[in-house]
């Protein structure tokens, strides 16, 4: 079992950066794939970056170049620095961990998840 606990969300104007953290307790983050997902309002819940065992990202297309997912196994954290934000990024963001087989960019194949952050880019 492994509890996870995001922080760093909050109101930013577009173009701002925020960073998001995923603070794990239970287990060592190491034996996970780590993921983010966010759910815009009225929408499903959607993949946005995951972080392998193996220190392989991933991130979706509509993020890419301006998020960046990486991990502290140290600290048993997962990150994701958010840079360039946009209205459309307004979410509640989840971090996820993994340990069964099957894409990372699929929900179901998610084992445990946080409580969620919310992020609103707004003017």
């Known amino acids: 079992q492994v509890q996870l606990v995001e922080s760093g969300g909050g109101l930013v104007q577009p173009g701002g950066s925020l960073r998001l953290s995923c603070a794990a307790s239970?287990?060592?983050?190491?034996?996970?794939?780590m993921g983010w997902f966010r759910q815009p309002p009225g929408k499903e819940r959607e993949f946005v970056a995951a972080?392998?065992?193996?220190?392989?990202?991933f991130h979706a297309d509509s993020v890419k170049g301006r998020f960046t997912i990486s991990r502290d196994n140290a600290r048993n954290t997962v990150y994701l620095q958010m840079n360039s934000l946009k209205p459309e990024d307004t979410a509640v963001y989840y971090c996820?961990?993994?340990?069964?087989?099957?894409?990372?960019?699929?929900?179901?194949?998610?084992?445990?998840w946080g409580q969620g952050t919310q992020v609103t880019v707004s003017s």
């Open positions: 972080s392998s065992t193996g220190g392989a990202t």
């Open positions: 996820a961990a993994k340990s069964r087989a099957g894409s990372v960019y699929f929900l179901t194949n998610y084992d445990y």
């Open positions: 239970g287990r060592s983050l190491s034996v996970y794939v």
